[in-house]
């Protein structure tokens, strides 16, 4: 082994750390904890009967294409169905619009690839994703955080900071907002809003990186168009995935864009996994075909409503009323406020030892603060383990009061 | 649209250009060309009778832990397995030594991000693979190119570069080395030059990097220990696939290293792509826990040698006296090497006049050398195919002489 290990390192990797999110998975890999930790689909949402059926088809007709290399941008099939479907979301786009990643946090990591060199400023929500956080953080971003209210990223404070910014001549390379059941707050972007940012954006000639992984399980209230679909003029990256309208062991996203920034994700691509599993995509661009996909889409939102249902239930039932929590419309996560003078990671002791885990807040917020916050995930428990597990943890968070 | 993409893109991405071999598999798709360009595996190879049933095995016993996310370090089953493999081979490894990445390509782009800072110097073969060279150009790399010879890359070369930083007070971030049936020019590194060169890398300090996907393919003559077992003290990371022994289309690689190493690879990968696809990693295991691996392998090296035989019979029966080419014994590659005059990229719109292509020999040094050669696969097409391809390449050879 080499004596001098640290010297070899880049400056980049010598910041990186393990994700918080992942190591807490690992700790609650223990079944009697109840984790509203992870991100986790629930299993029986996976489509097994009919995926083995595509599977064997796939397998018996073209398992010679599947198992092959193919093409950096991904499947032509997948990629046409895909573009199909959001033209009927107003996404004014043809094939050069949209290329398929290993998941969309191969994009993410792409993103960060192709706009970022070290102590470059990016704008986040205030909280915002971790995955995001840390693949923009590995290639060393400044991260400027924008507070979010109920509409979304706050318009003030992200109109001060890019008026800042551009008095010092300075831009921040991108701002990356979840529109959509934002991760980890569960919050949803008023269209104003997304028209207010909109045009920021183009006053200051900043692209938006709109992270969507969620949007189509919208539980209740009305759908709002994406920021993608409201600009049309290509100032927008929109990221997708199946990971949670489908499986995350597929391992399948896509970016939708302007082509000039597409091939520069191509040709980073080409050199970080070559392209995505044909295998996969062959069979999910099959399972699309056969009109699997939006059938379970709607089995998930009637799946994952009542489990949001039972556990708002529980928190009204349960949480002392100094507890505040959002109540998303869809997605996986709703994010809780404690009073501010409680720790929510001091409190994670605590609640492991009474079988229960969340996502400390701070791990969302790329300033550090926090502190009084978690994440939870109420996709992945069943009903009646969603409401044991807010009982534990108000047990837990009535002894710190 | 942003006003001046060209100021949003890192100086890493203003760089980047897209791969001559990927651009080349597309223009070779048209079936009336016989390619010699890809590294692709003959379809035929591929166990798709064994594959369905093992499929349906996992999708009926373990679906919902095959579509769910996984662990970073990969599927503990798939891992275990191929540690065992590896210790018959003579690799003093336990667990935590080897993790799974998607494919081999991503492991080079993760020691990339790992190591590399903008302007490190990193040591290659002249030539070397084009994938390992664009990962590692990617994060900035300067390349300092040593020539092979016909056992591997040249000590006296690599000695002396590695004197010269030395006294500069400079080390390289590792030294990139194919081993086995190199890509591309077929050849594999002696004992004794191994050894030769774990000596250097002890005395310098520096780290070695072994890609080897072809190890498994050897056809004839005496199998070499690896740089990793012949080392076993950790100063060589070891990269491993089954795109060659296998099928392509499941994007599985691995890394065998130090465990501070790999952490910090972990760390890495968590923030590019969270997982590789549990779903491949699953039934891969269980294909090999079946025995099916070996068995295809030797299926694959008995088609693939007579797939090199043929087409070393047919060079010596159509090719022009001053053409020489190398005579591997294993893997997927020759390399060709022309006159001094000849100018294999000015052949290459000919070549394809007449339906037969090849990789351009400069894609492979990473100082523009190399006009006169070109790579050569001898794995994707029949061996039909394999001659035909041979008379017309000579025919375009002898037309430029």
């Known amino acids: 082994m080499v004596k001098d290990l640290e010297s070899l390192l880049s400056v980049n990797s010598r910041g990186m750390k393990k994700s918080q999110i992942r190591e807490l998975l690992k700790l609650t890999a223990d079944p009697s904890i109840i984790s509203f930790a992870g991100g986790l689909p629930a299993a029986d949402t996976f489509p097994v009967e009919e995926l083995t059926q595509i599977i064997n088809d796939v397998m018996s007709k073209e398992a010679h294409l599947a198992l092959q290399y193919g093409a950096t941008e991904g ?12 033209r009927k979301q107003g996404f004014n786009i043809s094939l050069e619009n949209l290329i398929i990643t290993t998941a969309s946090q191969q994009a993410l990591d792409l993103v ?69 059941f934002q991760n980890p707050s569960g919050i949803t972007m008023s269209e104003k809003r997304r028209l207010d940012i909109l045009e920021l954006a183009k006053k200051y000639d900043v692209l938006i990186i709109e992270d969507s992984p969620y949007r189509e399980l919208r539980f209740e209230g009305t759908e709002v168009q994406t920021l993608y679909a409201l600009d049309n003029t290509e100032q927008v990256l929109t990221l997708g995935t199946f990971s949670k309208i489908f499986a995350p062991g597929f391992r399948i996203g896509w970016v939708i864009g302007n082509k000039e920034i597409l091939d520069k994700i191509v040709m980073a691509k080409q050199a970080t996994d070559l392209c995505t599993p044909p295998f996969t995509q062959r ?24 489990k949001r249902d039972v556990m708002l239930k529980a928190f009204e039932e349960y949480m002392p009323p100094q507890i505040k929590w959002t109540c998303p419309e869809g997605g996986l996560f709703l994010f809780l406020t404690l009073p501010d003078h409680l720790d929510t990671s001091e409190l994670f002791i605590e609640a492991i030892k009474e079988k229960v885990a969340y996502v400390v807040g701070t791990a969302f917020y790329c300033d550090g603060e926090g502190k009084n916050t978690m994440r939870i995930n109420f996709s992945y428990s069943s009903k009646k383990m969603n409401v044991e597990g807010v009982k534990r943890l108000a047990d837990v968070i009535k002894k710190y009061l």
């Open 75 to 86: 499947d032509t099939l997948l990629r046409t169905l895909l573009v199909e479907r959001y």
């Open 283 to 306: 069979i999910v661009a099959r399972y699309i075909e056969k009109g699997y996909l939006d059938k379970n889409i709607e089995k998930i939102k009637i799946m994952y409503r009542e």
């Open 112 to 180: 960060g690839k192709i706009f970022i060199d070290r102590d470059d400023k990016i704008i986040v929500g205030l909280p915002s994703y971790l995955g995001g956080l840390s693949a923009f953080a590995n290639y060393g971003a400044e991260m400027i955080g924008i507070p979010l209210d109920e509409e979304g990223m706050d318009y003030t404070k992200l109109k001060h900071a890019l008026e800042d910014l551009n008095s010092k001549g300075e831009k921040p390379k991108f701002i990356y907002i979840i529109p959509d």
